[in-house]
């Protein structure tokens, strides 16, 4: 007996979406029969070298539905794709709706399907930094609580969600899509030599990303600046700034002077991810950086207090500097410190969790639709 393809819809909005969802669009499309898949861009990430350029390098085709929400305040932009989303829903019919990260775009697609009564695959389930300050957090909160199916990729996010009441069938580990992504282009980034192309030594140089409001937003981004432009006579900078920054930077007057700094826009995903395997080091503030560091084995310090990827610090090389730009003047002793610990890949980070989850979601669909309670956990 033929069975029907099931529609998943997946909604992507920012940079870090597209490396997180594209091994999943892609191992969909190469199960014909048995899926078909939908892409939906919110638009929250809308400049081209935010955003259409991930869609060309990853290699995703254009999305289906563009809701073009542009910026706003969180509850804006949060409205924005819930309005615009809803439509889109009602008309495609979706069997599942798959979200990733813990971004606006995703808890606003959580909560839309979620009221249409269409299950919801979270991707990346489980994190917790357990700072209800950070926006992030609260996102993920909500995504989970909703979400039918959990999807994670570090071992405390089972210990996270199974004590805020989650069942443990909806929970599955299945690996790091993000890894996934890297893995696919290695090739292609081992080619490239982005460092030489900005005239640094392969080994010689920090990366440096960093675009949090705690840190951007604030007197904290002023004192960083100073404190990266001085470690740069020790040790060369190239800084790829997110427009958040740049602004921030542009309000204050901030440039740095060193010839050994180098500020530059945001890059493509293979570009970064070449000089992020060259550097000694990067310094940064985002999550998913985290994650690829310890993947390629790089030194990370990480300007924030907290973490929802302990992982990264308790088997990887990742080192929590807490909001403290001053300590940046001991990277270069601590990186000896971190290369003289083993390091480890975590569990399942090794290039295969799309085709995991795409496996989980057949049996899943197969037991949702004959009704078999205890199969399907929704
Ligand atoms: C968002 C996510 C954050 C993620 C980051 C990755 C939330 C709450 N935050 O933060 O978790 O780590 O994406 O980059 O969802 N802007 C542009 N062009 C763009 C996008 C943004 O100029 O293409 C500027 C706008 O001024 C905008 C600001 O950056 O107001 C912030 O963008 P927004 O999407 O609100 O949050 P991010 O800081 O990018």
Redo the contacts with the bound molecule.
């Keep these: 007996m033929s069975v029907r393809a099931r529609k998943i819809l997946s909604v992507v909005?920012?940079?870090?979406n597209f490396m997180k969802m594209a091994p999943i669009v892609a191992e969909l499309d190469r199960r014909p029969d048995d899926f078909e898949s939908v892409l939906v861009h919110t638009g929250?990430?809308?400049?081209p070298?935010?955003?259409e350029v991930f869609f060309e390098q990853l290699g995703i085709g254009a999305p289906d539905h563009m809701l073009d929400v542009g910026?706003?305040s969180?509850a804006q932009?949060t409205a924005r794709v819930m309005e615009r989303l809803e439509p889109v829903l009602l008309e495609e019919q979706p069997d599942m709706v798959l979200v990733p990260?813990?971004?606006?775009?995703?808890l606003a697609a959580a909560l839309v399907a979620s009221k249409l009564q269409i299950p919801v695959g979270h991707v990346e389930a489980g994190l917790r930094s357990f700072d209800r300050t950070m926006?992030?957090e609260i996102?993920r909160l909500v995504a989970d609580r909703i979400s039918d199916l959990l999807f994670i990729h570090s071992p405390e996010a089972r210990d996270h969600l199974l004590a805020e009441g989650t069942p443990e069938a909806a929970i599955h580990y299945v690996g790091n899509t993000m890894i996934d992504t890297l893995v696919a282009m290695s090739e292609r980034l081992a080619e490239l030599r982005a460092a030489r192309s900005l005239g640094l030594e392969p080994g010689g140089y920090a990366l440096v990303t960093l675009?949090?409001?705690a840190l951007v937003d604030g007197p904290l981004l002023g004192e960083a600046l100073e404190a990266l432009e001085a470690l740069s006579r020790e040790l060369p900078i190239v800084f790829p700034a997110?427009?958040?920054t740049r602004?921030a930077m542009a309000a204050l007057g901030l440039e740095p002077e060193s010839e050994r700094f180098q500020l530059l826009e945001p890059l493509g995903y293979l570009d970064f991810l070449s000089l992020l395997g060259d550097a000694a080091a990067v310094i940064t503030d985002?999550?998913?950086i985290q994650e690829e560091a310890t993947y390629l084995g790089v030194p990370a310090f990480t300007l924030r207090d907290n973490t929802e990827r302990p992982v990264t610090v308790t088997m990887g090389t990742n080192t929590l500097l807490g909001l403290r730009p001053g300590l940046l003047a001991d990277v270069p002793r601590m990186i000896a410190e971190v290369r003289r610990r083993e390091a480890l890949v975590p569990p399942l980070w090794d290039g295969a969790a799309a085709g995991r989850i795409v496996d989980v979601l057949k049996v899943q669909l197969a037991s949702a639709e004959k009704g078999k309670k205890g199969q399907a956990t929704f």
């Design positions: 909005g920012t940079r870090p929250q990430h809308y400049d070298i935010m955003s910026s706003g969180h932009q990260g813990d971004v606006n775009s995703t926006p992030e996102n675009h949090r409001p997110h427009p958040r602004k985002s999550g998913g």
